[in-house]
C-alpha cells in the first residue's frame, strides 16, 4: 500500500496534529505500508491560478513546475492520501488548501451523475483509492471539525476516493503542553498508532480507535482553567486585563 501523508500545518513536525501523524504513520509502516511523509509548509509551492488552464489548454498538466506539482503526480498513483491539518478558521490550513487546489488536474472537466450527485470523470486509476483526515483544533469541542469533515469527504468524493474517516483530537491546542505537564495522552497517541494499523490491515478505523483519539483528557472548565493559566504566566496578564483585548 502506497501512502502520501501531507502535514499541512505550518509547524510542521514541531505541530500538535504531527503528533497524530506520525504515531498513524509508525503504525501504517508496521504493517508494511509505504509511507511518504510531505510538510506542506516546505514545499515550494505556488497557488492555484484558478484560470483552469489544467483543463482546457493542456489538459492534467499545470502550469506551474514547482514541488505540488511533483506531488500531485505521486498523489495519482497514491493508494491513500493521509490529509493531516490543525483545524483554522473551521477548515483546513491555507498550506493544505494550496495542495488540495492543484490536485483538480486529476480530474476532467467532464461532468458525470454518480448515485444522483454530479462530479468531474476521473480516470479509472482513482477508483479503489482512500483518504483519511487527521486533525486537531483548538476549541474544546468536537463540533469545531464540522466544517473541516465535510470539506474533506467533499474533496475525497470529488476525486472518486473513499473517505475512510476522521481521526479528530478536540482541544489538541493542549496536547503538547498536556504532555509537559504530566496528563497522560500516551492513550491518545496510542490509538493514532493503532489507526495506521487498521487502516492497512483492515483497510478501515475502528469506531473504539476513532473514540479513543477524540475522549476528553479534562473537562471543559479545567481545558479553560489550564490554557489561561498558561497563557497568564507567558504574557504576565493581570486581572481585567487580557491580551489582545485590551482597550485600556
Ligand atoms: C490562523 C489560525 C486559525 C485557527 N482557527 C481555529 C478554529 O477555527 N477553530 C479551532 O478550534 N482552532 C483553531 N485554531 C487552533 C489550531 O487548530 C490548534 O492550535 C491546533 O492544535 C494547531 O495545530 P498545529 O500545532 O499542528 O499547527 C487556529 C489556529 C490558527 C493559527
Known sequence: ??????????????????????????????????????????LN???????????????????????????????????????????????????????????????????????????????????????VLISTCGYYEETAFSPLVSQVEDLSWSHHRRFVGALLRPHGLALRYMQENGIDVRRVLDAARIGGQELVRDGALSATTLEAIRQPLLTQEEFVLMMNAAFERRMGCQPGRTPGCDTG
Open 1 to 42: 500500500m502506497k501512502m502520501i501523508a501531507i502535514d499541512g500545518s505550518p509547524h510542521g513536525a514541531r505541530g500538535n496534529t504531527a503528533l497524530l501523524l506520525d504515531e498513524f504513520i509508525q503504525g501504517a509502516r508496521a504493517e508494511g505500508a509505504d509511507v511518504e511523509r510531505v510538510s506542506a509548509a516546505s
Open 45 to 131: 509551492a505556488e497557488n492555484c491560478c484558478g484560470r483552469m488552464v489544467c483543463w482546457y489548454r493542456t489538459p492534467g498538466l499545470c502550469i506551474h513546475a514547482d514541488d505540488v506539482n511533483e506531488l500531485v503526480d505521486r498523489m495519482a498513483w497514491a493508494d491513500v492520501w493521509v490529509l493531516s491539518t490543525p483545524v483554522h478558521l473551521g477548515g483546513m490550513t491555507e498550506q493544505m488548501v494550496r495542495v488540495m487546489e492543484r490536485t483538480v488536474r486529476l480530474l476532467s472537466p467532464c461532468f458525470e451523475i454518480h448515485d444522483s450527485r454530479t462530479r468531474h470523470i476521473t480516470s479509472p486509476y482513482a477508483s479503489g483509492k482512500s483518504v
